[in-house]
């Protein structure tokens, strides 16, 4: 079994270190952007669309109460020569009607996408914050590989080995003994 590793390059190390740091910063970046984007669906789905939906709802409202007083001025004044518009008021009436019966069903799957929406949302949320505190953690990794790089980097330009066992993710790597003259023991 060989004593002594050869150790003629460390750019191995460097090269995954900067692409762990590239990785680190756009997974966060990734995180952050799927974040705020639920946060911001949360917000439209629970405040901005149901504000909309329910003004929709009180105007349409008022334009149905409007057409059936129309609707009944009509029929109080009626005569054979205004059952046109007698049928016109009924239709104006019928239209309103249909338009806010469109808009009590958008509030209802309003409604039901709010609920859905925490259900389906809030496990996906909570894995992220998981990845998060996964990433939290690479900064040791980085710190461990440099850790590594420099102790190889000292291993490789003295003709003594020096073990990564001394060598844990939060501790400085201390340089290598410095070889006797040959001969000596």
């Known amino acids: 079994m060989a004593t002594q590793a050869k150790v003629t390059s460390t750019e191995a190390l460097e090269s995954f270190r900067a692409s762990l740091i590239v990785f680190l910063t756009k997974a966060r970046r990734s995180l952050d952007d799927a974040g705020d984007e639920a946060r911001r669906t949360r917000q439209w789905l629970q405040h901005d669309q149901r504000t909309h939906w329910e003004g929709e709802f009180r105007r349409r409202k008022k334009q149905l109460e409007q057409a059936q007083q129309e609707l009944m001025s009509a029929r109080l004044g009626a005569d054979a020569h205004q059952k046109s518009a007698l049928m016109l008021r009924q239709a104006a009436v019928a239209k309103a009607q249909r338009e806010l ?56 330009e003295s003709a003594g080995p020096v073990t990564l066992q001394a060598v844990a993710p939060s501790s400085t790597p201390e340089p290598a003994p410095e070889p006797g003259p040959e001969g000596q023991s």
Request: hydrophobic share 40%; net charge positive; proline share 4%.
């Open 101 to 156: 019966d469109e808009v009590e069903g958008k509030l209802r799957r309003l409604k039901a996408w709010s609920q859905n929406y925490e259900t389906c949302a809030d496990p996906i949320i909570k894995r992220m914050e998981k990845l998060r505190q996964s990433l939290d953690e690479l900064p040791k990794a980085i710190a461990y590989l440099v850790s590594a790089q420099k102790v190889l980097e000292a291993y490789a």
